[in-house]
Nanobody, 125 residues
């Protein structure tokens, strides 16, 4: 079992920065591909970013490439999403997710085994 807890969300203005954190329990964090997804009401959960098990490789959705940076600290069982130059379109509930023992950094929500409860990010104009 893996428990994931997001933190760091909130209300910011367009152009601001915000950093999300996801703390994981259990001994499998370092053996998991981790990802961030987001969702707005009425829409499917959308892939944002993923990171491989060692943290050496990341993958981003085109909509956030160049503005968001994902990282992880396996010693702390924690991953991060640094979000810069935020836009109103970045508003949503952000979820962290774990794909246990994966190698590929999938952008498909159904590939991920465990999810956090989600945290709201609101970007005002």
């Amino acid at each position: 079992q893996v428990q994931l807890v997001e933190s760091g969300g909130g209300l910011v203005q367009a152009g601001d920065s915000l950093t999300l954190s996801c703390a994981a329990s259990g001994a499998t964090f370092s053996r998991s591909v981790m990802a961030w997804f987001r969702q707005v009401p009425g829409k499917e959960r959308e892939f944002v970013a993923a990171i491989n098990r060692s943290g050496s490789t990341t993958r981003y959705a085109d909509s956030v490439k160049g503005r968001f940076t994902m990282s992880r600290d396996n010693a702390k069982n924690t991953m991060y999403l640094q979000m810069n130059s935020l836009k109103t379109d970045d508003t949503g509930v952000y979820y962290c997710a774990a794909d246990l023992f994966a190698v590929e950094m999938s952008d498909l929500a159904r590939r991920y085994d465990y999810w956090g409860q989600g945290i709201q990010v609101t970007v005002s104009s």
